[in-house]
């Protein structure tokens, strides 16, 4: 069967009038948690990294109640790229030799493992006007990183995903939301248009996919499937969930 294909999809931000099958989120919403790819083989990185002491979230922003990037477990390394101007956030990237990046709190760290954190950019400046280390991930040029934070779907069976923006610069235009099957059947494909409200750091946009789902099993869903977007990390834009069908 030929998937459908939505095209033009309209986008509204939180408290305005529903128009479309988009929906966008402030940075306050809360999501479920994505696991880290720990697959990734050991590979030398540069940069100040430190270590979990427990089980720790890993936050789209700097904020409990941000949309759920990762959760790092105990004892594990991550890259420490930058803090809020009082040191109580720290953005990090996990796995330390990936590409998402992340905050979390400074007190889930064990604290010998921190490294002198006056050392590290003032993020917080640096959106202000400011200027980050020389030499540090923060002179690169600022990219959005779109990516598939969570699918949900509705007592109808009508499938909704979620995409988040974990870059560091919004993202303004459209982009391929696509569903498979486990076993790599193409049941959706539609184009998110986001362009008339750009997708900013740490937001999400929900979309609607016009996609039933009869039968419960895993399938993929990925975003910018094709990269035909320009990111900051080509590597999370897909996203193995189970999804129960209305078939049971």
Known sequence: MRPPTIAGLLVLVVSAVVIGGVWVFG?????????????????TVEGPQARIALTANMY?????????VAVVPETRSVRITGRTDDSSW?????????TLEG?????????????????IPDVASLAEGGTGAEGSLLDEPALADLAVSSADVAGSGLLTVRITNLGRAAF???????VSTAEGEIVASLDADLSGSALGPGRSAAASTGYT???????VIEVDPNNEVE????FNNSKRVLLVGTGG
């Open 90 to 98: 720290l953005r990090v990237i996990y796995p330390v030799n990936s």
């Open 27 to 43: 940075s306050d919403a809360t999501e479920g948690a994505q696991d880290a790819d720990d697959s990734t083989a050991t590979a």
């Open 60 to 68: 789209a922003s700097p904020s409990r109640t941000a949309d759920l």
């Open 172 to 178: 303004d235009g459209a982009v391929t939301v696509r």
């Open 231 to 234: 990111e900051s990390s080509e």
């Open 213 to 219: 789902v009869v039968e419960t099993g895993l399938y």
């Open 103 to 119: 905050w979390i709190a400074a007190g889930s760290f064990v604290e010998d493992s921190l490294p002198d954190l006056a050392a």
